[in-house]
């Protein structure tokens, strides 16, 4: 009888983790779409007050001035996944706009002046990973600290002044290419396809997921927890540097002071898309969809001529909520 009675209980704890994985699924699938219904309202009430919202040329609009953004949530994800974040990027995006500018005007080609900013930006982001993994210092003083020197190096090597290209040709990153979509956009698209590859069929997002799950059970089975953050911190910090790139490629000009606000607002759009701050939880879809909101509301109100400090608050309001969110959905998973 005890034999049944033990195979019993296990048969019933087996019952009751299959229905915490699907409730977790449909959760998950729920998530979405409630995002989705959110954009669909959004464009329905912009639609309704200015016909001209719903047009194919706002539409692009769109998609071309929230992919730099994009870019940038790209590598914001990775690091909430992983169980941190990165303010830093305010101070890389610049930076890499300002030595994109600075190369181009030198005359290197446009993909070895991508590639050097690349290279940039993975040094600033191996600078946080190691004094994060291997200082053990919290990643909200790190990359604070971080994004102040980055951004003050982006106005040092400026001179405090844009830096306009000399030839305007330069500016590839940003032109119109295949099916009149500008190459940006096809950027963000094939990172995203990668990215996405990466974290749902690689062995590298299973470990990423499991760290930001449970750091020290992950180190406990013996995955290089150390090696994952500062690899995350690596990709998010080369990716907002080919951001800044891309929006000097849209500018025309090298600036200092250019993409700011980009930690704002990519970790509005990683949290809104349905990651949470305690790691562990987050994907590409659900970001995309973030940025996709934020860009949608952005376009939205600078057609209806409101005031960029509103837009400002709005992107705050949208981040506080998204949190909200998170942090009663965690409440609810660990009761």
Known sequence: MAIQTESTTEDVEETRETAWQRFALNENTLRALLLTGFLVVIIAYFTARDSSFLSGENGLNILVNASVIGIVSLGQVLTI?????????????????????????????????????????????????????????????????????????ALTIADGVQIPFDDPGKGVLAEQSLFGVNNHVWILIALSIALFLVLRYTVVGRYLYAV??????????????????????????????????????????????????????SIAAVILG?????????????????????????NGMAILSVPSFYQTITTGLVLLLAVGVSQVRRLRVSR
Request: proline content about 3%.
């Open 212 to 265: 930001g799950g449970n750091r020290e059970a992950a180190r406990l089975g013996g995955m290089r927890v150390g090696a994952v953050t500062a690899g995350v911190y690596v990709c998010s910090a080369a990716l907002a540097s080919l951001a800044g790139a891309v929006l000097a490629s849209q500018l025309l000009t090298g600036s200092g002071t250019a993409g700011t606000d980009s930690a704002l607002q």
């Open 81 to 153: 996944i992983s169980g941190g974040f990165d303010l830093s990027v305010s101070g890389t995006v610049p930076l890499g706009a300002v030595v994109f500018a600075i190369l181009v005007n030198k005359g290197w080609g446009v993909l070895p002046a991508a590639a050097a900013v690349l290279a940039v930006g993975a040094v600033c982001g191996l600078v946080n990973g190691l004094i994060v993994a291997k200082a053990n210092i919290n990643p909200l003083i790190t990359t604070l600290g971080t994004m102040s020197v980055t951004g003050g190096l």
């Open 274 to 298: 349905g990651a949470s701050l305690a790691g562990g939880v987050g994907g590409v879809p659900g970001t995309l969809i973030g940025v996709l909101i934020l860009g949608t509301l952005a």
